[in-house]
């Protein structure tokens, strides 16, 4: 995916400098939340490639392994959880972080640690019908090379269903949304223009699109062509990017 690949590059530390920050003290963190909260807390390390995933009871609401108490993947993603996720909101909750990150990295050390980001997301429970669950994630910086080395996501069972996705970044020393959505895309493209336009912010061809879905490359181009119109941009990228960024 190619949102995914951008994020992995912006994410993964390459410095030379290394950080210092004693990841015990991180992982005794997650696993706090998850004990205190009934929360499914997932720690990446930037810097060592790795993820730890510490669950709770919740864990088996949503038809997920029990394993070891953390599960330790040579990986930042958690594909077990993010499979989960439905695919319109995976996708966007790659493009918040992305789009999160972006914001930090312009801010100074010390104003980062009061933003997060606070979503709502379907994910598949253990009958596979989809829950909404919230999901808030943390960047902590180090102080040592001024890079990005943790990310902390939190997953809890929504107690609402009646919500529809939300995707913000917040500023929870004040209290204030920062950022959300600007365009409720929802309400003015049709189920089949939203597939479409799913499909072209993952880096898909015309063709391939029409594969995927089925119809002809002519649709498709019928389909872009109204995009463009009802979100007022000039290409289809640009209105992915208008819709998620």
Same mark, same amino acid.
């Given at each position: 995916?190619?949102?995914?690949?951008?994020? +992995?590059? =912006?994410?993964?530390? &390459?410095?030379?400098?290394?950080?210092?920050?004693?990841? !015990?003290?991180?992982?005794?963190?997650?696993?706090?939340?998850? *004990?205190?909260?009934?929360?499914?807390?997932?720690?990446?390390?930037? *810097?060592?490639? &790795?993820?730890?995933?510490?669950?709770?009871?919740?864990?088996?609401?949503?038809?997920? +392994?029990?394993?070891?108490?953390? %599960?330790?993947?040579?990986?930042?993603?958690?594909? !077990?959880?993010?499979? =989960?996720?439905?695919? #319109?909101?995976?996708?966007?909750?790659?493009?918040?972080?992305?789009?999160?990150?972006?914001?930090?990295?312009?801010?100074?050390? !010390?104003?980062?640690?009061?933003?997060?980001?606070?979503?709502?997301?379907?994910?598949?429970?253990?009958?596979?019908?989809?829950?909404?669950?919230?999901?808030?994630?943390?960047?902590?910086?180090?102080?040592?090379?001024?890079?990005?080395?943790?990310?902390?996501?939190?997953?809890?069972?929504?107690?609402?269903?009646?919500? %529809?996705? #939300?995707?913000?970044?917040?500023? %929870?020393?004040?209290?204030?949304?920062?950022?959300?959505?600007?365009?409720?895309?929802?309400?003015?493209?049709?189920?089949?223009?939203? !597939?479409?336009?799913?499909?072209?912010?993952?880096?898909?061809?015309?063709?391939?699109?029409?594969? /995927?879905?089925?119809?002809?490359?002519?649709?498709?181009?019928?389909?872009? *062509?109204?995009? /463009?119109?009802?979100?007022?941009?000039?290409?289809?990228? *640009?209105?992915?990017?208008?819709?998620?960024?």
């Amino acid at each position: 995916m190619e949102v995914r690949e951008q994020l +992995s590059d =912006k994410l993964l530390d &390459k410095a030379s400098k290394k950080c210092l920050l004693d990841i !015990e003290i991180y992982k005794q963190r997650a696993l706090t939340y998850s *004990q205190m909260e009934g929360a499914i807390a997932v720690l990446s390390d930037m *810097q060592a490639n &790795k993820s730890y995933i510490y669950k709770s009871e919740a864990a088996g609401e949503l038809g997920l +392994s029990k394993g070891e108490n953390p %599960t330790e993947l040579d990986t930042i993603w958690e594909e !077990e959880m993010l499979k =989960k996720i439905h695919p #319109d909101d995976r996708l966007k909750k790659y493009i918040h972080e992305l789009r999160f990150f972006k914001l930090l990295e312009a801010m100074e050390g !010390e104003q980062r640690t009061a933003y997060s980001v606070v979503s709502k997301i379907r994910m598949k429970d253990k009958n596979d019908e989809y829950r909404w669950v919230k999901h808030r994630m943390f960047y902590i910086y180090s102080p040592y090379n001024g890079r990005l080395r943790f990310a902390l996501c939190l997953y809890n069972i929504a107690v609402s269903s009646s919500v %529809t996705p #939300d995707f913000m970044i917040v500023n %929870t020393i004040k209290g204030e949304i920062v950022v959300k959505d600007k365009l409720d895309y929802k309400n003015i493209l049709s189920p089949r223009e939203l !597939e479409v336009l799913k499909f072209v912010g993952e880096g898909y061809a015309s063709k391939e699109i029409a594969d /995927l879905l089925s119809i002809s490359i002519n649709t498709v181009s019928r389909h872009r *062509q109204n995009i /463009l119109e009802k979100l007022k941009v000039k290409n289809s990228t *640009q209105a992915f990017k208008d819709s998620f960024y």
